[in-house]
């Protein structure tokens, strides 16, 4: 099973920015679709993004369109998320999540749909 670790996290002042990124082990990166979710205490793990195994059809929640930027270097084993415009309510804990098969092209903002999940990095937004 692939093995994912988060990096990036911080405390970021309201309208700030920051990258996360995941790193994978293995040389499979490229034959999985990827997610990104975030997690508060007490609440359901949350859909913020996902793309493709090939970095097309980038899709985001509602509460990030515009804000937040999904995107992935199959050679590098990498996944990112930008994150700009940075809100109080974006604090959570980020998670990079990655889902095997599938079809090439498509897309998963289900947290069932996904097979391997990082340990999380902590994002807090607060002046």
């Known amino acids: 099973q692939v093995q994912l670790v988060e990096s990036g996290g911080g405390l970021v002042e309201p309208g700030g920015s920051l990258r996360l990124s995941c790193a994978a082990s293995?040389?499979?990166?490229?034959?999985?679709?990827m997610g990104w979710f975030r997690q508060t205490p007490g609440k359901e793990r949350e859909f913020v993004a996902a793309i493709s195994r090939s970095g097309g059809s980038p899709y985001y929640a509602d509460s990030v369109k515009g804000r937040f930027t999904i995107s992935r270097d199959n050679a590098k084993n990498t996944g990112y998320l930008q994150m700009n415009s940075l809100k109080p309510e974006d604090t959570a804990v980020y998670l990079c999540a990655l889902r095997s098969g599938g079809s090439g092209g498509s897309v998963y903002p289900s947290p069932l749909h996904y097979d391997s999940w990082g340990q999380g990095t902590q994002v807090t937004v607060s002046s």
């Open positions: 293995g040389r499979t990166f490229g034959s999985y679709a």
